[in-house]
Every structure is written in C-alpha cells, then in structure tokens.
C-alpha cells in the first residue's frame, strides 16, 4: 500500500488534513483481489473518518463491482487507487484500451450485465482514462455523501 499526500504520516480523521491523500493497492496476479479491494477500501475509510455510514456500504459495492468488471471484461487488475479530496476518487487499472460499455439488455433478476448500472447509479459520476499501457475505469463520490451518510437510495 502506498499512501500520497500531504500529511501522509498523520493521524487521518475528516476535513483539510484528508484531502489529497492517494492510497494505492498492486493487485496484478493476486489471488482474492475484489476481498482484499474491499478490505483496502474500508481500512482507507476508517482512517479517513469515512466509515460507519451507509455510504461507505456503496463505496465498497462499487468498489467490487469495478474490480469484478476488470477481472471479467479486460484481462484482470492491475491496481485500486483510492483518493480523497472534494470527493473520493476510485480507480481500477487495467491492462486493455478496450472501454466499458453497459450491457444492452440486462435481464431482470439473472446475475450478470448489471455491473455498470450499479456504478452509474452509486456514484456520482464515472468515467474511463485510457493510456498506451491500459486504461482505468474511475467513479467518484463527494465527500459531503461520506459524511452525511445519504446514500443514493438503491
């Protein structure tokens, strides 16, 4: 884990001493990554004082749900990056250019082609950024819904 900021080395609670910071988990050829995601995620939660609200419950569905599309759709995943600020930032790296897209026709109460209507309605925006070497696939939450507690109501 690599955390960058500012007050890197401080004790992490809400407001200004949070924002900046960037957290970052290897997770190419690691057995159980979208658990060990979740688990990395809540641990930056808790220091962040984002946690104990029913909006840490979507960041960490959101957090699955992009980890699973990268293992599903593009090869696996090559790093979770979490960064705080106005809003939390979460991105999944991959390994291929190829962009999501929402399945056409997701069928009612199978498993499957839901994942991005997941992340588009718990975040409140999200997006791709594509390089020579892969993309990520990002979704953002503001921290006023991490303190707050509201949640999106799904």
């Not at 979208?34 to 946690?51: M, Q, S």
Request: glycine share 14%; charged share 25%; proline share 4%.
């Amino acid at each position: 884990m690599e955390t960058i900021g500012a007050e890197a080395g401080d004790s992490l609670r809400t407001g200004p001493s949070v924002v900046g910071q960037r957290r970052r988990l290897a997770l190419s050829g690691v057995r159980g990554h979208v658990a060990k995601g979740r688990d990395f995620t809540r641990e930056a939660l808790r220091d962040w004082g984002w946690d104990g609200e029913a909006t840490a419950d979507d960041v960490l569905l959101l957090v699955s749900e992009l980890l699973t599309n990268a293992s599903l759709h593009a090869g696996g995943c090559i790093e979770l990056a979490l960064t705080s600020g106005e809003a939390l930032r979460i991105e999944v790296y991959d390994g291929t250019t190829t962009l999501p897209r929402p399945h056409p026709n997701p069928q009612r109460g199978l498993p499957g082609g839901h994942g991005l209507y997941i992340v588009a309605r718990l975040s409140d925006r999200w997006g791709t950024v594509t390089s020579e070497n892969g993309k990520a696939v990002w979704a953002e939450i503001e921290a006023s819904r991490l303190t707050s507690g509201r949640s999106t109501g799904m």
